[in-house]
């Protein structure tokens, strides 16, 4: 009996999931605080959420060049997965940092909230340092329940119902294939472990071709591409963006999305390298497909949470640009765009929580006439989200955008950085749109002075510094993502 | 020795910073207007300190790397300036007038509101205009370009309460995101085609050095160049994205004159003349250039004939001259175009100085007795020269130099690029005849604008007209400083053919921008070829030309007060005649006024209204159309959306499984 506990011990390592494992303690913490807390009483349970990242995140960055195995093969801490859990500690944090004003101006100033996106960020950082199918789905799982109870926290709105319905059914539909699709692979390589199934196929090259194989790899990504968001997979997103409460969609399109990218970048390159003609092809195709997708749904939106919704799916079809070029440039460039667009979409995102008003109403663009003027400063850093988005130097957008279609030239898919580089330019129509409401239109007549409230404009700060940084000086960052590739 | 070069940008961002953070606690208007041309005068004694050295300098080439922005692969791209005699030139041109631009807006601006806000866009287009010009690399440039561009919107939309002026704005903002997606899609292509020769640079010393691994005259250059001359189109205003300028006049003087006359509308043929060697190697762009600047500086000037509003024709008038730059760089004569480059920022810049003086002083005038008149319209002034002296007279040195009169300034560039537009290996008798003619009709119209608003009857409201006082000192002085430099400003460029003759003067800027356009010039055999005694004939020509043009303006706006006392007692029976000031004015308009005026109104109509306006509207129509179609798929139906997932997987993996 001893020998057998020794034997499951050596296996298990602690250290390869120390920041998740952190981050879930705190999470049993913050729920139990939560029981014993007055109703409402909501800003020490963002202080301790914060804390609780702050920590995580500590412990993700000591293990930096030092990779950690563990758990039988079933979970590492490398560069790769340390880089994504810092991805999306900052999106949670960010999140965070703007809910609380947020909640309290909807009227749900509940601290569930953010232990949900505490247990949220325990599943994304799962995925990322999964190293078997099994391990990443448990991650998945966490998160997309997490996600599902977030998107419909907003009990009393139909629209926040409706947006966390629907991601239940699709999510739990998606699911399916994806499953469905772990087994098949499992099926025909006989292991779940994703270093073994590569060196199956590296060894039986005919099995790389074999149908069921492929069918398998093909609804596996399909599962992950549903997360992404990529077309033809991407209908959800619209009303699920929409409908959740702002602060969630800003997490959305940022963390989970990174989380997903993190898996598929690793089952592709792990695993899965031997069919990378097959993969790479359809992820081309699906690449056009989203950008086009996401930025001609974008061009007609009045309401700028809807805009940036819509918008954040093409963003993901920038990022698939780099899975496809799959040469180093590339795939750091994916990891660079990651973080970059965490940035600029949350920061935005922050200031439209400030600009909205209970309801979630004036999201409109009429909201924004002469808020260039009333609000100058706010409105600079608006615009230099904006500019980060629509990707003109010198901004983080630029930069990722830049070694994203640098890679593509790179690997020879010049057509694919074209055509990325002309849905750029269609993008600037609808971001620049904002600009010309935010400095050219009068104001309307009962402007309301926008009261700033400390944790969104902090948020919106480090967001602004961070694009400027990252677009300014981006080879520092773009070193670590180079680190971080397997 | 040039390792602090990045100073000349930092000073004015720093400017920016502090009035734009602090502008609003410090109130006081003098403090502002200080920090505000303090630090864009800093920059130019740093400026002035570096173009002295690399006068004496034997290496004119100079690339200072302040730090590493990106590194790909082969391709790196670095935070990097360069100085070269064409950006020395520049950084001078922009800072020295940027100083005393600033200054003179410090009067100007006097009680506006959000003066911090002024003086913090000025400070920061600076900024971004030196970031152009000095940027190393493409990107560099690209990000002073986008630079330059939001500052004019922001200052062209400055008086945002004015519909008018939002919309100018708003105008110049689409209009110019046309020209910059020129600019990168020839920057991307340049970038992939070196690439394919193996090549991975956007800097603009290595694309000099490897443009030739492209094929000459190839479809893949053309293309290129194309591009960036689509890109420059928009941000120096050629036909056909030039109506956004004259309606950017809606911001405040100061602006017009610095950033819509002198210094950033000139960016597209800076970006030409710093990337010459790929452009020569297009001959085929070299000749849409060419014709595209000839065909703007004549339509333009036609336009300018018939304008009442001061500032518009000056709008014109500077669409005209870009024209004549493009033309040059078209012909081949790089150096005759950046010398045109700078000898019209001096008058232009003086002038609309000056204008800005006359309305200064129409406004408060009108607003002493109450008025709301017009303070732009030439017709109620007239009678202006001895009211405001010097105003007057550093205009009229500005006109006689934008006219082409001999010894001041735009005669020895104006008449250069003439000459290369005829005798140049790329030029064409056509070309000539486009530019001569767009010479006379800018005599013509300068002229008239100088007698209608400084000679004649005084035609201001009589409860005003006691009450134009001459501007303060803080306004005339840079108009001084401006015209004399409008005046001898010429004599850095003096031609071979002229300068034999006193004393072998020398063609400075020529020989000093001989490293940057030479090589090019030799290599695609560009010169101009023709005898001593035909450039004197031509140069004879086009003073000719002038002085016609002035002539026709003084029959016509000046001679009327003068004659009749003198000829009515010799000739009773034409006194009616000339009471009615020959029915010239009247036969002017019918035959010729009105005429060109109607010419003008259409052809301002068909190009502006529904040539430029209909394009613009009508893609963002189909691109928001496509747009709404594609909505119709978002239906909100879960069923819907769960169908969509399942017949995507179904389509993959039929492709890709029973392949």
């Known amino acids: 009996m001893e020998n057998l506990v020794q034997t499951a011990m050596q296996n298990v390592n602690f250290a390869a999931i120390m920041p998740s494992l952190v981050l879930a303690c705190f999470g049993m913490v913050l729920l139990l605080i939560n029981a014993f807390s007055r109703r409402g009483a909501t800003a020490h349970v963002a202080l301790i959420s914060l804390v609780a990242l702050l920590t995580s995140g500590y412990t993700a960055v000591m293990g930096w060049n030092n990779p950690q195995a563990g758990f039988a093969g079933h979970a590492v801490l490398d560069n790769y997965a340390i880089f994504f859990t810092i991805i999306f500690l900052i999106a949670a944090g960010l999140t965070i940092l703007m809910s609380d004003s947020y909640l309290k101006r909807e009227g749900y100033p509940v601290g569930e909230y ?83 199934i590569g060196a199956f196929f590296a060894a039986s090259p005919a099995a790389a071709t074999n149908p069921v194989a492929i069918a398998g790899m093909l609804l596996m ?237 902090i948020c919106i700060v480090l967001s602004v510094i961070a694009v400027l940084y990252m677009g300014i000086v981006p080879s520092g960052v773009m070193s670590l993502a180079r680190q971080a590739l397997f | 020795m040039y390792d602090k070069l990045w100073l000349i940008p930092l000073f004015p961002f720093v400017g920016f910073l502090i009035n734009g953070l602090l502008g609003k606690k410090i109130k006081n208007e003098k403090v502002i207007g200080a920090i505000g041309t303090l630090a864009i005068f800093s920059s130019f004694v740093v400026s002035c300190k570096y173009f002295l050295q690399l006068l004496e300098d034997s290496n004119k080439v100079h690339e200072v790397v302040v730090t590493s922005w990106m590194s790909v692969g082969q391709l790196q791209v670095d935070w990097g300036l360069l100085l070269d005699p064409l950006s020395a030139l520049m950084i001078m041109n922009v800072t020295g007038l940027a100083t005393l631009i600033t200054f003179y807006s410090i009067g100007y601006m006097h009680g506006e509101e959000g003066y911090f806000r002024f003086f913090s866009y000025l400070n920061l287009f600076s900024f971004a205009m030196l970031m152009l010009v000095l940027g190393s690399n493409a990107l560099v440039m690209f990000v002073g370009w986008e630079g330059v561009g939001l500052c004019s919107y922001l200052l062209i939309g400055y008086y945002y309460e004015k519909k008018s002026a939002s919309d100018a704005g708003k105008k110049a903002f689409v209009v110019n995101r046309v020209g910059d997606f020129g600019f990168l899609l020839g920057l991307f292509l340049l970038f992939w085609s070196l690439g394919q020769k193996g090549v991975w640079t956007i800097r603009f010393t290595e694309i000099a050095a490897n443009a030739h691994l492209l094929e000459n005259g190839g479809l893949i250059v053309t293309i290129i160049t194309l591009c960036f001359f689509l890109g420059a189109t928009g941000k120096s205003a050629q036909i056909p994205l030039y109506t956004w300028l004259p309606d950017a006049m809606e911001g405040p003087t100061p602006v017009s004159a610095l950033i819509h006359a002198a210094t950033m509308v000139t960016a597209g043929v800076y970006m030409i003349a710093r990337m010459n060697g790929l452009f020569a190697m297009a001959p085929d762009t070299m000749m849409v250039i060419a014709i595209v600047g000839g065909a703007t500086a004549l339509f333009a000037a036609t336009i300018g004939l018939a304008q009442n509003d001061i500032k518009r024709v000056l709008a014109y008038s500077t669409v005209s001259q870009l024209g004549y730059m493009f033309l040059a760089m078209g012909v081949g004569a790089f150096t005759a175009g950046i010398f045109h480059l700078l000898t019209h920022a001096f008058f232009k810049a003086c002038l609309f100085l000056g204008s800005g003086s006359v309305i200064h002083g129409m406004h408060h005038a009108y607003h002493h007795a109450h008025l709301d008149d017009d303070p732009q319209d030439m017709r109620n002034m007239g009678g202006l020269r001895k009211k405001m002296p010097i105003t007057f007279y550093t205009f009229l040195f500005s006109t006689l130099a934008i006219s082409g009169i001999p010894f001041f300034s735009a005669f020895f560039s104006k008449d250069e690029i003439l000459w290369w537009s005829l005798s140049s290996t790329r030029g064409h008798w056509a070309l000539w005849l486009m530019g001569a003619l767009a010479a006379l009709m800018t005599a013509f119209y300068m002229f008239r604008l100088v007698f209608m608003t400084f000679f004649g009857e005084q035609k201001t409201d009589a409860r005003a007209k006691d ?98 006392g003198l000829i009515v007692a010799k000739f009773p029976a034409l006194h009616r005649a000339i009471y009615n000031k020959w029915y010239i004015d009247e036969f002017y308009d019918a035959m010729v006024v009105n005429p060109t005026k109607k010419l003008g109104t259409t052809l301002w109509l068909i190009f502006d209204v529904r040539l430029v306006d209909g394009l613009v509207n009508g893609v963002a129509w189909v691109v928001k159309g496509s747009g709404r179609a594609l909505r119709y798929t978002q239906t909100g139906y879960t069923h819907n959306y769960a169908m969509s997932m399942v017949a995507g997987v179904v389509a993959i993996i039929a492709i890709y499984v029973f392949n």
Request: charged content about 10%.
């Open chain 1, 114 to 196: 953010y232990t949900l996106i505490v247990f949220s960020t325990v599943g994304a950082m799962l995925m990322a340092s999964g190293t078997d199918l099994m391990t990443i789905f448990l991650g998945l799982e966490v998160l997309s329940v997490s996600l599902y109870v977030l998107a419909g926290f907003f009990r009393g709105q139909l629209r926040s119902n409706e947006a966390g319905l629907k991601y239940f059914l699709l999510g739990a539909f998606s699911t399916g294939f994806l499953l469905y699709g772990m087994a098949l692979i499992y099926g025909v390589s006989g292991t779940t472990n994703l270093v073994d």
């Open chain 2, 467 to 564: 009450h134009i006082p001459e501007s303060p000192l803080v306004i005339t002085l840079p108009l001084m400083i401006l015209a004399a430099l409008a005046t001898f400003g010429g004599l850095m460029g003096v031609p071979h053919v002229l300068g034999q003759y006193i004393g072998h003067f020398p063609n400075a800027i020529e020989n000093f921008l001989a490293p940057i356009f030479e090589h090019t010039q030799h290599l695609h055999h560009i010169e101009a070829h023709g005898a001593a005694a035909t450039e004197f004939t031509f140069m004879g020509i086009s003073v000719g030309i002038a002085v016609v043009g002035i002539g026709l303006a003084w029959l016509m706006y000046c001679k009327k007060p003068q004659l009749p």
């Open chain 1, 221 to 457: 990504s399909t599962g992950f591409l549903f997360k992404i968001a990529i077309a033809p997979f991407h209908m959800w997103a619209p009303d699920v963006y929409e409908g959740s409460p702002t602060p969630i969609t800003a997490f959305m399109s940022a963390g989970p999305k990174a989380a997903a990218f993190a898996a598929l970048l690793r089952i592709f390159l792990v695993s899965l390298g031997s069919m990378e003609g097959t993969w790479s092809s359809m992820l081309w195709v699906l690449a056009v497909l989203t950008m086009i997708t996401g930025n001609f749904l974008a061009l007609n939106q009045d309401n700028l949470k809807r805009m940036l919704a819509y918008s954040s799916i093409a963003h993901a079809g920038y990022a698939l640009v780099g899975l496809v070029a799959a040469n180093e440039i590339g795939i750091s460039g994916v990891l660079f765009y990651m973080l970059a667009y965490t940035f600029m979409n949350i920061g935005a995102f922050a200031v439209l929580v400030l600009v909205g008003k209970q309801g979630e109403e004036n999201l409109t663009l009429q909201g924004f006439a002469g808020f260039g003027y009333k609000r100058p400063l706010l409105a600079v850093l608006m615009t230099i989200c904006l500019f980060s988005l629509m990707g003109i130097p010198p901004s983080a957008g630029f930069s990722g955008k830049f070694f994203i279609f640098a890679g593509a030239l790179d690997a020879g898919y010049v057509w694919l950085a074209i055509l990325g580089v002309l849905n750029s330019a269609v993008s600037l129509y609808y971001y620049l749109r904002v600009m010309v409401f935010m400095y050219f239109k009068d104001p309307e007549e009962d402007f309301e002075w926008i009261q700033l409230k400390p944790g969104a404009t």
